[in-house]
């Protein structure tokens, strides 16, 4: 599936989820991406305006030269106080993306959020609080747009539309889960092959791996940051 406009363009899926794993294989745009965020995310931003939750599998735009930045990012209950409090990780994959076709997915349980990459988990987000979690039923979308202001090195490099039209590919949709309609017997089981109750101890030291080698940037690590804010970084 492709998209192009002046503005921006996605989709959506049809019911909201309350648990589940999503999935699409999606293959980026090589050359000047500079502003170009293409994204596969859950949120549920139309129902709960300025106070949403939101999980995100989000590529950063680029210039000539230089790799994409895929950005993992989750949010409770929004920026409803004025205060927009994001956990962000970011990696350099170990692949050029604009190749081909890969796989990214989310995998939301009731207990966990475990984000992969071709099959591959990159990062875990255990739920450690209700206040530290998104536990309210979230749509499924994917989008392309300008976020100029801040997507290329915190908005130093804009979208440069002589480089246009900007394309999103997406393809291999995957949604498995408990919609918010769904008896609340539904069990959280996904369509990965991987258990919703975990990682295992192979999955864990591939996650190490990537953390070691791809990570550039890890919320709980910024010294900068407001961890009284995030109080899952230091629990």
């Known amino acids: 599936m492709n998209f192009f406009s002046l503005t921006g363009s996605g989709f959506k899926s049809v019911k909201p989820f309350r648990s589940g794993y999503f999935g699409t294989s999606i293959k980026l745009q090589p050359g000047y991406t500079a502003g170009v965020i293409t994204a596969f995310y859950l949120s549920n931003s139309e129902a709960h305006p300025g106070y949403h939750d939101e999980v ?8 000539f030269g230089k790799p994409y930045t895929l950005q993992t990012n989750v949010y409770i209950r929004g920026s409803g106080d004025g205060r927009i409090i994001g956990r962000e990780m970011k990696f350099h994959l170990w692949f050029d ?5 890969h796989h990214y997915a989310i995998l939301w349980s009731p207990k966990e959020i475990i984000f992969f990459v071709d099959d591959v988990p990159i990062r875990r987000y255990p739920r450690k609080s209700v206040a530290t979690f998104p536990l309210r039923p979230m749509w499924v979308y994917g989008s392309i747009w300008d976020a100029s202001s801040w997507a290329t090195e915190d908005g130093k490099y804009k979208v440069d539309y002589r480089y246009q039209p900007f394309i999103g590919k997406f393809n291999n949709f995957k949604a498995s889960g408990c919609t918010a309609y769904a008896p ?4 959280p089981v996904s369509a990965s092959p991987f258990r919703s109750g975990g990682l295992s101890r192979q999955q864990n030291k591939a996650m190490q791996w990537v953390q070691s080698h791809y990570l550039v940037y890890n919320y709980c690590k910024d010294y900068k940051r407001d961890h009284s804010l995030t109080p899952e970084c230091w629990r």
């Not at 995100?56 to 210039?63: H, R, S, V």
């Not at 993306?97 to 076709?101: E, I, L, Q, V």
């Open 97 to 101: 993306p604009t190749n081909n076709f």
């Open 56 to 63: 995100d599998i989000e590529f950063l735009g680029t210039t």
């Open 184 to 187: 609340r017997r539904c069990h």
